[in-house]
């Protein structure tokens, strides 16, 4: 492989997305620090390592089933894919070699942290399902993404399987807690993946996608979001009022939410359907998805230096 395809089989995994997962993982980790439990930065790396392998499993796998449909989609910096295999098509089996050989690699490091730190193997359970919801999203026969269940995968990935990870290294369990706090990101989770939809409609429809978007209209999306959004934010008020994380005070966290509520609100109030207007929109979305993520994990890592 020369130094240009080198340069493109990196860009294919698509690395700066990884935040998407890695916030999320340490958001829950260091809510259950905050709650009382104990680990190793050793544990939480090994731990996020296994996850890891899994997302950029999925960055390589998704271009490589997306190929065919992406040849209709413009690239973006939220959407699109890498737009690799569109002009490469020769690193299409390289590609695919990545994706297997790195959900191989999370397994093996899933197990690894199993024997070290002799956790219940259901921890094992989160880098399988996260490998499989991952292949399954663009792969057949399920093709979630093709089948109308991309938004849910992407909730559960990202609202459930990244924070559950995290919570569960420090933890060694999950319990009503956690729940509690997936919800929120649940919500989040659908947030992002409509946003990323909505610039991709047109060519989404002419490769085969069935997202929410192709079969709503973006109109219906920016409605979406901002319900997701309001939703979000009342239930982390609602968190911060009663206590629900108790010693830990949701007040910030709620007013944090203000963030991605505002964007999406600023969204919903400018809603247009042309692909050129909306994606500034979506831009924001998911530019506020990220600041709420990062601001939440620096008040849970100054609450934890404070305790």
Partial sequence: ?????????????RFPFLLSGFLPFTAGALLALLLGARFT??????GYAAMAAAHLSVHYSNDYFDADADRFVETTAISGGSGVLATNPGLKPAALFAAVALMAVSLLIGYAFLTVYAYPAIFLAFGIAGNLLGWFYSAPPLAFAYHKLGEVT????????????????????LDLTFFAFALPLCLYGLVFIVSVEIPDMEGDIAGGKRTLVVRKGRIYGFYLITLA??????????????????????????????IPLGLALWGFSNRCAERACALRYATANIMGYFVFQSLVVLYFVLAATQA
């Fill in 1 to 13: 492989m020369d130094t240009r395809a080198l340069r493109e089989f990196i860009r294919l995994g």
């Fill in 229 to 258: 959004a309001s939703l979000a934010t009342a239930t982390l008020l609602l968190f911060a009022l009663i206590g629900t994380f108790a010693p830990v005070d949701f007040r910030l966290v709620a007013l944090i939410s203000v």
């Fill in 154 to 173: 992407n909730m559960i990935t990202f609202g459930l399987l990244m924070p559950g990870a995290g919570y569960f290294v420090a933890t060694g369990t």
């Fill in 41 to 46: 930065p050793a544990q939480f790396l090994l």
